[in-house]
């Protein structure tokens, strides 16, 4: 099996990153000693972080600069009635209240901008995600790792108590990952996040395409599990078929978008959330809790 891994160092960044696997040598931005009001959490830390420690989370994402509401809606309507454990939006109140209004699950919001994590948090979500870049690549940019510590630590200054999950970019080569992984947990990140499936371009067709696809985001998480203790989530490039292999490779959930959010139709959005939820055993007292709740086909 051959499979091509893009390697983006033609895109314009911020900072560009460096091929020789020292970018992360010696910054450590300093803290700000600036405080900001602490908001409310719509559900306890430890209900969001539940599903991470047995090792069974699903998380589906509907896109960090995806505002259809429409779209948003299907998206969450499929993760609550598919089994998933949690759903990821944009940053933005009016949706967090839409999604709040359609699910009880964990809402996740994703941005680089700290700044606009606490309204969202006031308005239900109960975790934040600093990734979901792809659109930015698709943009020609990239993020340094100085440039995620210092969104993670203006993030933790802002929410210290919020669920934080923080993206490894694809775009460092893995040892590298592996070690902005380590300095994310000493910030106090609780969830590590890989990427990778956007910038491989399997050459098979099938399930061995699907496994190709995956390979990227699959050997982050194996390499990242091993060097942090604080829970991996593995995303990008994700399907039924490669789903149980995130977890064997070390992840405690997995991360799903494009495989859901690009449907048309949310019933085959629905479906295809069980399938996954399938594959990754979730018990049936999961879509029992579902449709206690009145949460029926």
Do not use: W
């Not at 040892?175 to 590590?192: H, N, R």
């Not at 491989?200 to 390979?215: D, F, H, R, T, W």
């Amino acid at each position: 099996m051959s499979s091509s891994i893009c390697t983006p160092n033609s895109l314009l960044s911020y900072t560009r990153l460096k091929p020789n696997c020292n970018s992360l040598s010696s910054h450590r931005p300093k803290r700000s000693s600036s405080l900001i009001p602490i908001a409310s959490l719509s559900i306890p830390k430890e209900t969001v972080l539940n599903s991470f420690h047995e090792r069974r989370a699903l998380k589906i994402i509907s896109g960090l600069q995806n505002f259809d509401k429409d779209n948003v809606a299907s998206v969450v309507t499929a993760a609550d009635k598919g089994g998933a454990t949690h759903v990821d939006i944009a940053c933005d109140p009016d949706l967090v209240k839409l999604a709040t209004s359609l699910t009880r699950l964990p809402i996740c919001v994703s941005s680089v901008d700290p700044s606009v994590f606490l309204a969202a948090v006031d308005a239900g979500a109960s975790m934040v995600e600093i990734g979901n870049y792809d659109s930015f690549y698709d943009a020609g940019i990239v993020f340094s790792p100085e440039q995620i510590l210092d969104l993670t630590m203006e993030t933790r200054r802002i929410l210290p108590l919020v669920t934080l999950s923080v993206t490894v970019p694809h775009t460092l080569c893995l040892p590298d990952q592996a070690k902005l992984a380590e300095l994310l947990e000493q910030e106090g990140v609780d969830i590590i996040q890989t990427e990778g499936g956007k910038c491989s371009n399997p050459s098979k067709s099938g399930v061995l395409g699907l496994i190709e696809k995956a390979s990227p985001t699959l050997a982050a998480a194996y390499l990242i599990s091993r060097a942090v203790r604080i829970p991996v989530m593995c995303a990008s490039g994700l399907s039924a078929v490669t789903a149980p292999m995130a977890i064997t490779a070390g992840a405690a959930g997995i991360g799903v978008g494009s495989a859901i959010n690009k449907l048309n139709d949310v019933i085959a959005m629905i479906a295809e959330v069980r399938s996954i939820a399938d594959s990754l055993g979730l018990p049936v007292t999961t879509r029992n809790e579902l449709e206690n709740r009145g949460l029926r086909l």
